[in-house]
């Protein structure tokens, strides 16, 4: 069982909290800024820490799992517009600027939620 399937299993079981889900993707917003990228992978020792104790080897792992995590919360957090908007805000940091979009354009998840998910006319219902 991946890293993913043990936290969307334990999501599961527990009480959907909306300050939990928030502070996910800021952790993942403030991780990103410090740890990917060319220059922070190679600088960074985070990484092998990452590797002993989550299996996640590399940004390109990392960043499969965020995108994971969140395509995980458009399916779940649906009628939630705060998350929803949040992680569409974390989706466009994520994939903003030429650099980005080389790393996300190998990520099978990204080509994933694009093909997939239309949150649109959730965020359209809780904006009336």
Request: include cysteine.
């Amino acid at each position: 069982m991946s890293i993913h399937d043990t936290f969307v299993s334990s999501q599961a079981t527990k009480p959907r909290k909306d300050k939990l889900e928030v502070g996910f993707l800021l952790f993942f917003q403030h991780f990103r800024k410090a740890y990917i990228g060319d220059q922070a992978q190679k600088t960074s020792k985070v990484y092998n820490r990452m590797s002993e104790r989550l299996g996640l080897n590399d940004q390109d792992m990392l960043l499969n799992f965020i995108m994971r995590k969140l395509a995980t919360n458009f399916s779940t957090w649906s009628l939630n517009s705060t998350i929803i908007e949040r992680t569409l805000d974390e989706f466009l940091v994520l994939t903003s600027g030429y650099s980005s979009l080389r790393l996300f354009a190998k990520i099978e998840t990204v080509h994933f939620i694009l093909r997939n998910f239309n949150v649109r006319p959730c965020l359209n219902k809780h904006e009336t």
